[in-house]
T-cell receptor, first 123, second 108 residues
């Protein structure tokens, strides 16, 4: 059974940094692209970033480009999201999600999701 | 970036009724559209991908149709566990990655 477990969320001041992790089990991790998707309290879903299975290509939403960095360690079955220069509008539950295949092209959807980790940016 | 507009915002129906949810794209996404279900306090669940393919383990009462800019998710006969928020989602090389704003399906 595929399981994704996020960690690393918490309360951080504006301008601060956090590093989220997502540990995967029950899956050949390197065979799948992975994404981070966030959801502000009471709001809809917003895609944040993605990385292909090999880690060789990364993708970002305009709202986080230059501030967030996605990476993965396939030897540890773990996905990361380094978040710098955090703003109030980054407050959300952050989900990691597994793609259907190794790439992030057209038709790349997420079939398994973690339960999310809450990031709160506030002074 | 392609904008997805879902309608209605809220749909009130009774168990056993048929639900029809719509998603309209600001430009063609071909068939690169998915539908997700999200219940309170839970992560989204993939229902339909590539407009009309049911994901693994999804009951046959869920079906998707459409292509280009107009898509529909149909639930043929509502069960109590189907009342949730539904999101459409597109991932296309020309249109980025976007979600619709969601349709809340509530018990009448």
């Amino acid at each position: 059974e595929v399981q994704l477990v996020e960690s690393g969320g918490g309360l951080v001041q504006p301008g601060g940094s956090l590093r989220l992790s997502c540990e995967a089990s029950g899956v050949t991790f390197s065979s799948y692209a992975m994404s981070w998707v966030r959801q502000a309290p009471g709001k809809g879903l917003e895609w944040v970033s993605a990385i292909i299975g090999s880690g060789g290509s990364t993708y970002y939403a305009d709202s986080v480009k230059g501030r967030f960095t996605i990476s993965r360690d396939n030897s540890k079955n773990t996905l990361y999201l380094q978040m710098n220069s955090l703003r109030g509008e980054d407050t959300a539950i952050y989900y990691c999600a597994k793609a259907l295949g190794p790439y992030f092209g057209s038709g790349s959807y997420s079939d398994y999701w973690g339960q999310g980790t809450l990031v709160t940016v506030s002074s | 970036e392609i904008v997805l507009t879902q309608s209605p915002a809220t749909l009130s129906l009774s168990p056993g009724e048929r639900a029809t949810l719509s998603c309209r794209a600001s430009q063609s996404v071909s068939s690169y559209l998915a539908w997700y279900q999200q219940k309170p306090g839970q992560a989204p669940r993939l229902l339909i991908y590539d407009a009309s393919n049911r994901a693994t383990g999804i009951p046959a009462r869920f079906s998707g149709s459409g292509s280009g800019t107009d898509f529909t998710l149909t639930i043929s006969s509502l069960e109590s566990e189907d009342f949730a928020v539904y999101y459409c989602h597109q991932r296309s090389n020309w249109g980025g990655v976007t979600f619709g704003q969601g349709t809340r399906l509530e018990i009448k």
